[in-house]
């Protein structure tokens, strides 16, 4: 079974402060992906990545950043957090190719004071 | 821009009910769709996804089926129970060549099923 894990399951920072969100995955999926939830609009892409080092950019990349440096890790960066980055934050990897479905990890819920 | 519409947001029946979801979309160039289940405070699982040349998939008591012309797709839940309670979310793929990034997938914002015992 392929398992993508987060990090965190509920975190809470303070406004201007840095967070990293980690995800992992052990399948050796070639792509990964961050969304967040917010209640009525849906999940929105922030960032993918298609290989180490390589990204691009989702529908809502502002205020964040990612990091490829392995496979198997896709991490999320909060530069400096503010209240409306509190959101779920969740994370997927696919095999390459249109026809692979995405998997998802269980979520982080990220709380910014 | 796609955008995928889910209808109705929430669907509340009697256990044993059969039921279906619906799913729109407006742009009819996509690769394939898909259905995922997501649990209160989790993330999603995927049900099934059906490719642009096929008109449906089934998986044990689902059914999904789509008419890409028209832009819709329908979700049938047969013979429904409390288990199935969960939010379901139907999602897109664009066409390699429709101009978007053909790895994003664009959701619609689900519909919350409940199903009482």
């Known amino acids: 079974d392929v398992k993508v894990t987060q990090s965190s399951r509920y975190l809470v920072k303070r406004t201007g402060e840095k967070v990293f969100l980690e995800c992992v995955q052990d399948?050796?999926?070639?792509?990964m992906f961050w969304y967040r939830q917010d209640p009525g609009l849906g999940l929105r892409l922030i960032y993918f990545?298609?290989?180490?080092?390589?990204?691009e950019k989702g529908d809502i990349p502002e205020g964040y950043s990612v990091s490829r440096e392995k496979k198997e890790r896709f991490s999320l960066i909060l530069e400096s957090a503010s209240t409306n980055q509190t959101s779920m934050y969740l994370c997927?990897?696919?095999?390459?190719?249109?026809?692979?479905?995405?998997?998802f990890g269980p979520g982080t819920r990220l709380l910014v004071l | 821009k796609q955008e995928v519409t889910q209808i109705p947001a929430a669907l509340s029946v009697p256990e044993g009910e059969n039921l279906v979801l619906n799913c729109s979309f407006t742009?009819?160039?996509?690769?394939?769709l898909q259905w995922f289940r997501q649990d209160p405070g989790k993330g999603l699982t995927s049900l099934l996804l059906?490719?642009?040349?096929?008109r449906e998939q089934t998986s044990g008591r689902l059914n999904a089926s789509l008419d890409k012309s028209s832009g819709r797709s329908t979700l049938y839940i047969a013979a429904s129970q409390p288990g199935d309670s969960a939010t379901y979310l139907c999602?897109?793929?664009?066409?390699?060549?429709?101009?978007?990034?053909?790895?994003?997938?664009?959701f619609g914002k689900g519909t919350l099923l409940t199903v009482n015992p």
């Open positions: 997927a990897s696919s095999l390459m190719g249109q026809k692979r479905t995405q998997y």
């Open positions: 399948m050796d999926h070639e792509n």
């Open positions: 990545s298609y290989d180490v080092k390589m990204k």
């Open positions: 742009d009819s160039a996509i690769y394939n």
């Open positions: 059906i490719q642009s040349s096929q």
């Open positions: 999602a897109v793929r664009p066409r390699a060549n429709s101009g978007g990034s053909n790895y994003k997938l664009t």
